[in-house]
């Protein structure tokens, strides 16, 4: 079984930053593929990073330069490093792991950017 707990949600200020992370636990393999996404109320979740255990990263065009995606592994602790957020930037973001062949997702965490 494995869990996937995120952290670092809140509200900040259009032009600040948050990191969230994403603690993963269980049966995990060296080789995995892990990422962000996130979900507006009745639309579609869409990607926003991801990275593999292979080092290869890829963003989504509306982040590129503001987002930074790692991974600790070690820790088995990914982040996100988002800074100059926008209000559009506004909504719920969900960890995602793929590894032996399974699919997880954490509980989501709502970020808000708003003065």
């Known amino acids: 079984q494995v869990q996937l707990v995120e952290s670092g949600g809140g509200l900040v200020q259009p032009g600040g930053s948050l990191r969230l992370s994403c603690a993963a636990s269980?049966?995990?393999?060296?080789?995995?593929?892990m990422g962000w996404y996130r979900q507006d109320p009745g639309k579609q979740r869409e990607l926003v990073a991801r990275i593999t255990s292979g080092g290869r990263i890829n963003y989504a065009d509306s982040v590129k330069g503001r987002f930074t995606i790692s991974v600790d592994n070690a820790k088995m602790t990914m982040f996100l490093q988002m800074n100059t957020l926008k209000p559009e930037d506004t909504t719920v973001y969900y960890c995602?792991?793929?590894?032996?062949?399974?699919?997880?997702w954490g509980q989501g965490t709502q970020v808000t950017v708003s003065s």
């Open positions: 269980g049966r995990i393999s060296s080789i995995y593929d």
């Open positions: 995602n792991l793929l590894t032996l062949g399974q699919i997880y």
